[in-house]
């Protein structure tokens, strides 16, 4: 049987992360000059992928519905 959280478990459970977080101790761990760049370089191409997506979205569409759409009398004229 399960009780629904009350708001003292939701405040324990806040402060033990809490103090979890302020009392962590530093990793002292190195990251070569290969991992380090590979890593900038997934970060660089993440944001950029995120940028083209919305664009896709976004920007295309709107594109298409703000274009002129040619009336009857521009098409006879072309031809």
Do not use: C, D
Not at 12 to 35: E, I, K, R, S
Not at 43 to 49: E, F, H, L, T
């Amino acid at each position: 049987m399960s009780f629904p959280p009350s708001r003292n478990s939701k405040r324990g459970f806040a402060l033990v992360l809490l103090f979890a977080t302020l009392n962590a101790a530093p990793a002292l761990a190195y990251v070569g000059p290969g991992a380090g760049l590979t890593a900038i370089g997934t970060m660089i191409a993440v944001i950029a992928v995120v940028i083209l997506a919305l664009v896709g979205f976004v920007w295309y569409p709107l594109k298409r519905l703000l274009r002129k759409k040619p009336t009857s009398e521009e098409g006879q004229e072309s031809q």
